[in-house]
């Protein structure tokens, strides 16, 4: 993927300008403006729902919805608009969004015998894998992720559409709106990629990984309920992000912090821009006198970084945030700067 190019900071986010465009707030989102993701949602999070709850329950709908939010938010940056306008690919990704989770649903376990007195969850099949498969498709998940990330943008997209988003050829061709030979092209070369990085562990890794196991299978509903909370801080436009800002000369004074907490939410959003490359940084809020971690991290080479944490003392407005090197401690982003 190309490196990217930060332009100044307009003076007005995007989410207080309503007549920027879909692409344009989408251009926006790729490049680190948390707070252009508001308007999306705020202008399509309805259609996405109406059109879910046609073929879904109001719950599973509403999960859908931000399962979707979810996806633009975080792949804003593989959005191509010289592909087609934002709507017809959201539109295309909720129908895909739909498909899965009525595939996923027909896959389900059902349950045996016609004892209606006894608890029939008792006859469920536990499909859910024990410690040790779970460690096991956690690390080659991490391993597969790292290895989708350095393909090719174009190939990348097509094998995300075939395998995460268990498609078939025809219909990666449909959502990329190219021809099914380009589209089987680049799956083919782009798998030809996966098993070169992959070797010698290609075969199994790709077989269960991206196969039988997928990304969304091994997320677990309270990585989805976290991820969801996170996307309403972003997209709520009730909240004004806390800045922080230099407190040291180690990084530009244009390096800044946004965090995005709520009262009574025990999840906290922290982005970043124009931090130095190369370093480990750790994110921290107090309250009154106890320090609370939001983990360590590092940036991309343009100094962004996105943080979601989960915890109890997030619950609560804090007093301070800071941003620290992680070896040294040094603080170099900190909200209030004083």
């Not at 609560?316 to 900190?334: C, F, K, N």
Request: proline share 7%; aromatic share 6%.
């Amino acid at each position: 993927m190309a490196t990217r190019v930060y332009a100044p900071q307009p003076v007005a986010t995007a989410s207080s300008d309503p007549a920027r465009s879909d692409e344009e707030l989408m251009h926006d989102l790729a490049f680190g403006q948390q707070d252009a993701l508001g308007p999306l949602y705020s202008r399509y999070a309805s259609l996405v729902f109406q059109i879910c709850a046609q073929s879904l329950d109001r719950a599973a709908a509403e999960e859908l919805v931000q399962e979707v939010f979810l996806t633009i938010w975080r792949g804003a940056a593989d959005f191509d608009p010289a592909q087609g306008p934002f709507r017809p690919y959201l539109l295309r990704l909720t129908h895909w969004k739909i498909l899965n989770e009525l595939r996923r649903r027909r896959r389900r376990p059902a349950t045996t015998g016609d004892d209606t007195e006894s608890d029939p969850l008792a006859h469920v099949v536990d499909a859910q894998p024990g410690p040790e498969e779970r460690a096991w498709q956690n690390e080659h998940e991490t391993i597969v992720k790292s290895a989708l990330a350095a393909l090719p943008p174009k190939q990348r997209q097509a094998i995300a559409l075939a395998f995460l988003e268990d498609m078939t050829h025809e219909q990666v061709a449909r959502a990329l709106d190219v021809p099914l030979g380009t589209a089987k092209t680049r799956i083919r070369s782009g798998l030809h990629l996966l098993r070169t990085q992959l070797a010698p562990i290609a075969a199994s890794l790709l077989a269960v990984a991206l196969g039988v196991v997928g990304f969304r299978e091994v997320q677990t509903q309270l990585q989805l309920d976290r991820d969801a909370r996170a996307i309403a801080l972003v997209t709520t436009s009730e909240l004004t992000p806390l800045r922080l800002t230099p407190l040291s000369s180690a990084v530009p004074p244009n390096a800044h912090a946004n965090y995005r907490g709520r009262d009574g939410v025990d999840v906290a959003v922290l982005s970043t821009e124009f931090l130095p490359s190369g370093e480990t940084y750790e994110a921290w809020v107090r309250h009154g006198s106890m320090w609370t971690s939001l983990g360590t991290f590092t940036v991309d080479a343009n100094g962004q970084a996105q943080v979601v944490a989960e915890n109890a003392a997030l619950s609560t407005p804090p007093d301070e945030v800071q941003v620290r090197v992680h070896a040294s401690g040094e603080i170099v982003l900190a909200w209030p700067n004083t």
